[in-house]
């Protein structure tokens, strides 16, 4: 068969430059070695972590939250294999979702492991060993990542486990130890801490979410711990191993002092790595950095001309939404468009409760790039809405430049903010200044009148509520 486009993964990167490639008129075919399209997203990431995060939180809101609202619960119990099976089924049907929109789009799927025989010609080997050589004018390798592992654990077992394993424990562990501090070892750990496990997190930087504006990381940890997770910041991990039925974790404290861990299980969420087993890229001309990131240039195009790659295989923010983003970048490139993305402005949110999010420059960058700037910070402590949902733990950062007042990054922690923070997306994107955030009618009552507030703090030191 000859494809003007052939895919290679079905994540969120993949499948959408599939669709994209389609509607721009180009024949395409969508290579993936699973049965199941969507990728880690859909099959082991966005899509099952938030099913549990969702699930933990009624429980959890109910045990601990509705008395306060007048609401009695009795017999309150947890059917861990029932929430597994709904987590599976929200999966099933997303998956179902992406297939419905490959057969509506005219896409091939091809299920099979790709590799390049050259550039410009792929074999597909079927899982039943068979296989089968395709051209393509144009190929987007889209082939995702894995979860990294740490150098020092060379013992694999049962009780040491990534992200893919703690969606899917057979039972909730009395006592989790989590190594890293970043999106999946929070989301993960505050599910398991929320359903009565112990959790520890153990951190090699001096905060959380370190990679997000700092006071975020501050307010989360303060906030999870509440709910019982306890952080050891500022620890290097030694050693991992597994004794019997505990696995044992020992770090280096910044005392210079061992300090020793023991749990039913170890999470290590350390970041994930580029994913290009049995893609033999060198065929094609493709370079790999000395991380094994696929290179490309400023088109998204790998060393070999026509040859495409996007999403997590070639690093930058690991994000569902990147990799849509530059799926349908490559796409348009390809039918001869002039497509654009505005890094700066893709948000990034951890899906705790409450929620982090941020979009644009951290505090941190515009110091370490000597920007002039001025901020606004309004909490959610005076919104009648946040009081009314019993949700006043909250706060939202603005940071703007200080001469023309243009937005140049927004912060936010708190109830609802994953959703709050597309409109501080707009307004990046938009080059919009702080005041004009201001003297736009925001709904009362609601949450994002903090984002109002805060702009108006930031404009001229004028919050109205405050
Ligand atoms: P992937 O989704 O990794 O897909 C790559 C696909 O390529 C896979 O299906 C793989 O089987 C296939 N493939 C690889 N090689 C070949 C080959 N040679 N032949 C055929 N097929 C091949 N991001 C967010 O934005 N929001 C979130 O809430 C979020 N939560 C997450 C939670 C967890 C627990 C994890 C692990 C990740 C999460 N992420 C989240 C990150 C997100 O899942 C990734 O950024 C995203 O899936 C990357 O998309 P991708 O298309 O680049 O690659
Ligand atoms: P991460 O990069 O977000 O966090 C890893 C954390 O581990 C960092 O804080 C890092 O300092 C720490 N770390 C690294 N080595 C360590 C060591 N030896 N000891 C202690 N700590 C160590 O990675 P992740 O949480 O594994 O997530 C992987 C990717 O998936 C990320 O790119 C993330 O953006 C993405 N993801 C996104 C979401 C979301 O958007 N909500 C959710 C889950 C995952």
């Known amino acids: 068969m000859k494809y003007d486009v052939a895919v290679i993964g079905s994540g969120p990167g993949g499948y959408v430059a599939a669709i994209r490639s389609a509607q721009l008129g180009m024949k395409t075919a969508l290579i993936e070695k699973y049965p199941s399209l969507g990728g880690t997203c859909l099959n082991v990431g966005c899509i099952p972590s938030k099913a549990l995060l969702d699930s933990s939180e009624l429980y959890y809101n109910a045990k601990m939250r509705y008395a306060a609202h007048g609401i009695r619960v009795q017999g309150l119990d947890i059917d ?197 087993e049995n893609l033999a890229p060198e065929k094609a001309g493709v370079a790999l950095n000395e991380r094994g990131f696929l290179e490309v240039n400023e088109r998204l195009e790998t060393r070999q001309p026509g040859v495409f790659a996007i999403g997590d295989v070639i690093g930058g923010a690991m994000l569902a939404h990147k990799a849509e983003e530059e799926g349908m970048f490559a796409a348009e490139v390809i039918a001869g468009q002039k497509p654009h993305i505005n890094y700066r402005a893709i948000p990034v949110v951890v899906y705790t409760w409450p929620e982090v999010a941020g979009a644009g420059y951290t505090e941190e960058e515009l110091k370490r790039d000597g920007r002039a700037y001025k901020t606004g910070v309004y909490s959610y402590k005076p919104l009648g809405r946040a009081r009314a949902a019993n949700e006043s733990e909250g706060v ?23 959703d709050m923070i597309a409109e501080a997306v707009v307004a990046l994107e938009f080059h919009a200044s702080a005041e004009d955030i201001g003297r736009i009618v925001h709904a009362h009552p609601t949450f994002t009148e903090a984002f109002r507030e805060a702009c108006l703090m930031a404009s001229d030191n004028r919050a109205i509520h405050a």
């Open 80 to 276: 861990w294999p029932q929430m597994q099976r709904r987590k599976e089924k929200v999966i099933a049907d997303t998956v179902a979702g992406i297939r419905f929109l490959m057969n509506k789009n005219g896409v091939d799927v091809l299920e099979g492991i790709g590799s390049f025989v050259k550039a410009g010609i792929l074999a597909i080997t079927r899982p039943d060993g068979g296989q089968e050589r395709i051209e393509a004018a144009h190929t987007i390798i889209a082939s995702g990542s894995k979860p990294a592992s740490l150098p020092l654990i060379t013992q694999g077992g049962d009780r040491i486990i990534t992200s893919t394993d703690a969606l899917a424990l057979k039972k909730i562990p009395d006592r989790m130890i989590v190594i890293g501090g970043g999106a999946i070892g929070l989301e993960l750990g505050s599910v398991y801490a929320r359903l009565g496990t112990k959790v520890d997190v153990i951190e090699f930087m001096d905060s959380l979410i370190p990679t997000m504006d700092r006071t975020m990381g501050k307010e989360l940890q303060r906030s999870l711990q509440k709910i019982g997770m306890t952080f050891y910041l500022s620890h290097r991990v030694q050693s991992v191993a597994e004794h019997g039925s505990e696995v044992e974790v020992v770090a280096e404290n910044k005392a210079g002092e061992r300090v020793k861990f023991a749990g039913d299980v170890c999470l290590v969420a350390v970041g994930r790595r580029p994913f290009t």
């Open 396 to 418: 939202v950062k603005v940071l703007a430049d200080r001469a023309t007042d243009e937005l140049l990054g927004v912060h936010m922690f708190g109830a609802r903010v994953a």
